[in-house]
């Protein structure tokens, strides 16, 4: 499956975006799709996964409750709606699919997402 990030840009602080991933050559629905990101000097974080075939969304501890991960199977893409911003959530954001067999307890591992966008920019300004 290929992936396509897109719909970062700069936004002011309490600002809204949403980020895109659009697959391709494969459905979707049958894999495990997560959202990392990595700021300059930073390790790559968790931020979120939607777990395949309607299963359950997680949410890293920084941005639960700011965060919406969910999916449009009739486009198949996975959106990631991000509110109230922080500049603390600049980084450059990823999605990426599992296999679709990623056990709970690892679904926080980037090194288990076979699959991976290019990234796209988030930049959020004091």
């Known amino acids: 499956v290929q992936l396509q990030a897109s719909g970062g840009g700069l936004v002011q602080a309490g600002g809204s975006l949403t980020l895109s991933c659009a697959a391709s050559?494969?459905?979707?629905?049958?894999?495990?799709v997560g959202w990392f990101r990595q700021a300059p000097g930073k390790e790559r974080e968790f931020v979120s996964v939607?777990?395949?075939?309607?299963?359950?969304?997680i949410y890293g501890d920084s941005v639960k409750g700011r965060f919406t991960m969910y999916r449009d199977n009739t486009k198949n893409t996975v959106y990631l709606l991000m509110n109230s911003l922080k500049p603390e959530d600049t980084a450059v954001y990823y999605c990426?699919?599992?296999?679709?067999?990623?056990?709970?307890?690892?679904?926080?591992?980037?090194?288990?997402?076979?699959?991976w966008g290019q990234g796209t920019q988030v930049t959020v300004s004091s």
């Open positions: 990426a699919a599992d296999s679709g067999g990623t056990i709970l307890s690892e679904v926080r591992n980037a090194a288990r997402y076979h699959y």
């Open positions: 939607s777990r395949k075939s309607g299963g359950t969304t």
């Open positions: 050559g494969r459905t979707l629905s049958r894999y495990g």
